[in-house]
């Protein structure tokens, strides 16, 4: 099987330009492509995730990856999926989210010695000069084109700015500029990136007379056609201040059966045969495929003894119902000083320790655990967001549990 097979054996490719010529680029190593990232938070989410896993796949083959941060685009904002205005911020906070996210990516593609490039538009978008732009580039879009675009058309009912009717030509230019700059000739992106893609192309055999190709890329949905990567604090992160390894793991062990291959097959590295195997699992054995879901995913993200240490978390609280048996605690906004709460008092307040004496005692021995993640230093604080929704679930102990919300 080429790897552009197995591409489309696991579902992940949704629209190309040109499949022979793009499956004979990935498959013979001769893709430079790019997958560009916004700057709308300080970390990467699941979907970014499914993006650089398919960077990955990629790279491992000799195909080369740009990592394009939108620097310059963050300044505006995709309308892509959007009902409203994005938030605009400021230059500094946009700067510090790309470095956040550059770290991140950095965990997952090889960027040494050229095998892929981090980029930000930012060093070309930040300082054009308006006029000129228009002059040499606004006469190669239509606007009765621009506005067919699904991306536009969901938002003309609210209105749609022209601050963020700019981002398709903006995003267009980038991918001219990578073409140019460094041989480009592919683009990757969400399936609702697909209007937006094709612009790109289309500059590039305007301005240059060349043909660039792009493929989208098969969103992560549920079997009801829902994003996934979404709980009832927000999304699934992949900072781990954000989502801890404990909840990242459990979001993925939940996951409905109808639900459960799809994401081995999007997400994971398991080769098809196993996956294949385990879509003839039901009842019981299918709960095995989620346990290997979650914990292939949790090695990805945080490593693979992070990824043991939650799964045998998970196992030993929910073994024989202990997770819906399990005591909650339930604090007050009293209890917290400044929004926060710190893990003595918590251990305390939750019945777990009969003192913040013996609570220092437990976690010097390395015997307490929030969400699946080791407690080290007593200095450890939760934030009233923390402890929302489904709390925290603290261990002391093998067998001690609590969980503790407000």
Not at 102 to 110: C, L, V
Not at 198 to 224: C, F, M, P, Q, Y
Request: charged content about 25%.
């Amino acid at each position: 099987m080429t790897l552009y097979d197995e591409l489309k054996a696991r579902g992940l490719i949704a629209q190309v330009t040109n499949e022979a010529e793009i499956s004979e680029m990935i498959n013979t190593g001769k893709a430079v492509f790019y997958i560009g990232i916004d700057p709308t938070a300080d970390s990467m989410h699941v979907g970014h995730f499914m993006v650089l896993s398919f960077m990955k796949r990629l790279q491992s083959t000799g195909n080369k990856p740009i990592v394009l941060f939108g620097g310059g685009t963050g300044m505006i904002g995709d309308p892509s999926g959007k009902s409203d205005l994005r938030e605009l911020m400021t230059v500094e906070k946009i700067n510090h989210y790309c470095d956040c996210l550059k770290k991140q990516a950095e965990k997952f593609i090889d960027f040494s010695d050229s095998k892929a490039l981090a980029v930000n538009n930012a060093d070309w978008l930040r300082d054009i000069n308006y006029l000129d732009f228009l002059r040499d580039y606004g006469s190669h879009f239509s606007v009765n084109r621009m506005l067919s675009a699904e991306c536009y058309k969901s938002r003309m009912e609210k209105g749609l700015s022209f601050l963020e009717f700019n981002y398709m030509i903006l995003q267009s230019y980038d991918f001219y500029e990578l073409y140019k700059r460094y041989g480009c000739n592919m683009q990757f992106g969400g399936d609702d990136q697909w209007s937006n893609m094709l612009a790109g192309t289309e500059l590039i055999r305007r301005k240059l007379g060349e043909d660039a190709h792009v493929l989208t890329i098969t969103l992560l949905l549920n079997s009801d056609g829902e994003k996934m990567g979404k709980t009832a604090k927000g999304a699934v992160w992949l900072d781990p201040s954000r989502t801890t390894p404990f909840e990242f793991y459990q979001y993925w062990r939940n996951v409905a059966d109808s639900d459960v291959i799809n994401c081995l097959k999007l997400l994971t590295f398991l080769p098809m045969d196993l996956i294949w195997e385990m879509d003839t699992w039901s009842g019981d054995k299918l709960n095995g495929a989620k346990e290997t879901l979650a914990f292939e995913l949790t090695a990805l993200i945080h490593g693979t003894s992070i990824a043991e240490q939650v799964h045998d978390t998970s196992k030993e609280l929910f073994k024989s119902g202990g997770a819906a048996d399990m005591p909650t605690v339930i604090l007050e906004e009293e209890d917290f000083t400044d929004g926060s709460i710190d893990i003595l008092t918590l251990l305390v307040k939750s019945g777990l320790c009969p003192s913040k004496g013996e609570a220092r005692r437990n976690i010097d021995q390395g015997g307490v655990e929030a969400d699946g993640t080791s407690i080290t230093t007593i200095s450890a604080t939760f934030t009233i967001e923390d402890c929302r929704a489904d709390g925290i679930v603290l261990r002391r102990g093998k067998k001690n549990y609590r969980r503790v919300k407000i």
